[in-house]
């Protein structure tokens, strides 16, 4: 199984980022005030992309199996050419 290391960095990575954004207190700065959002929005977009990620790479496994399963029926027709 390939552990894709990118998705948990994301989740980390944005969590801090929104951790950070509550620390600070604009209060009467309208920098801080702009800082705070971005910086939230930063955070939730990460979440976000790494759902999308998660959630993608879980969906291709399982296309993966179905495939395989397909490609191991026989073809009835095929057998019947050797008589």
Known sequence: MKLNIKTPV?????????????MLRPEGS???GALQ????????LGCLMAFLRFAKSGNSKGKEIN???SKS????K???KGK
């Not at 994301?10 to 509550?22: C, N, P």
């Not at 959002?37 to 939730?44: A, P, Q, V």
């Not at 029926?73 to 009835?76: F, R, V």
């Open 30 to 32: 309208t920098l801080l």
């Open 10 to 22: 994301l989740v980390t990575v944005s969590i801090v980022l929104i951790i950070v954004s509550s």
């Open 37 to 44: 959002t971005l910086l939230l929005g930063l955070g939730i």
């Open 78 to 80: 095929g057998n019947s």
């Open 67 to 69: 495939k395989g399963k």
């Open 73 to 76: 029926k026989g073809n009835s």
